[in-house]
Structure formats: structure tokens, C-alpha cells
């Protein structure tokens, strides 16, 4: 059964830090590259940062260039996504997709062959 399991979110202070989880099941891991993205209610999906199957490149957006940190341990099934200086318009629903290796931040939901179920962080003084 293929799983993508995000964990990790949760409520934090403005200025303060939280790391995701995403963690692959029932796939070759190490063959996707993965990408998270996060989701506001009655938004569309916000593209955050991506990391290569073999761990060499990765890749931010605006939003999340010099706070956020995406690494994965292919050992361990598992992308992180380490958020520091978090601010209130980073509150949403993040989640992790994996995809194919060659281009990992493709900002096509279509493009992706996995998906997790999400998990929220709020970030409220």
C-alpha cells in the first residue's frame, strides 16, 4: 500500500521553527523526488521547496528561501522540511507529493504521482 505520511505540524510562535516529516511507504523512495506544498483554505496550493531522488539538488521558492530547510534520508523513507523564523502567513496545510526524479518542482498537482494527507501548522503569537 503506498503511503505518504506528513507529521510534524503543529502550532508555533512567530520567530519559531517546526519540522515536517514526510514519510514514503510501499514505493521505491529513492526513485521520486519530493516536493512540498502547502494550502490555505480557499486558496490554491502554494509551491514551497523540492529535493532530487538523489538528494543533490534542491529547490525553494519565495516564500520559502533562506528560513526553510528540505533534506531527505533515503535510508529512512523520509523528506524533511525544517521551517525556522516562521511567520503567520506561513500558517496552512503542508503537504508532500513525490514525483518524477528529473524535475522536482513542477507546479502541476497532475505531475505527481503520490500525495499525502496533509498536516496543518499554525503560526499565532
Known amino acids: 500500500q503506498v503511503q505518504l505520511v506528513e507529521s510534524g505540524g503543529g502550532l508555533a510562535q512567530p520567530g519559531g521553527s517546526l519540522r515536517l516529516s514526510c514519510a514514503a511507504s510501499?514505493?521505491?523512495?529513492?526513485?521520486?523526488?519530493v516536493t512540498w506544498a502547502r494550502q490555505v483554505p480557499g486558496k490554491g496550493l502554494e509551491w514551497v521547496s523540492a529535493?532530487?531522488?538523489?538528494?543533490?539538488?534542491?529547490y525553494y521558492t519565495g516564500a520559502a528561501k533562506g528560513r526553510f530547510t528540505i533534506s531527505r534520508d533515503n535510508a529512512k523513507n523520509t523528506v524533511y522540511l525544517q521551517m525556522n523564523s516562521l511567520k503567520p502567513e506561513d500558517t496552512a496545510v503542508y503537504y508532500c507529493?513525490?514525483?518524477?526524479?528529473?524535475?522536482?518542482?513542477?507546479?502541476?498537482?497532475?505531475?505527481?504521482?503520490?500525495w499525502g494527507q496533509g498536516t496543518q501548522v499554525t503560526v499565532s503569537s
Open positions: 507529493a513525490a514525483g518524477p526524479p528529473s524535475c522536482p518542482l513542477v507546479p502541476a498537482t497532475e505531475w505527481y504521482d503520490y
Open positions: 510501499g514505493f521505491t523512495f529513492g526513485n521520486y523526488a
Open positions: 529535493v532530487s531522488s538523489d538528494v543533490r539538488v534542491t
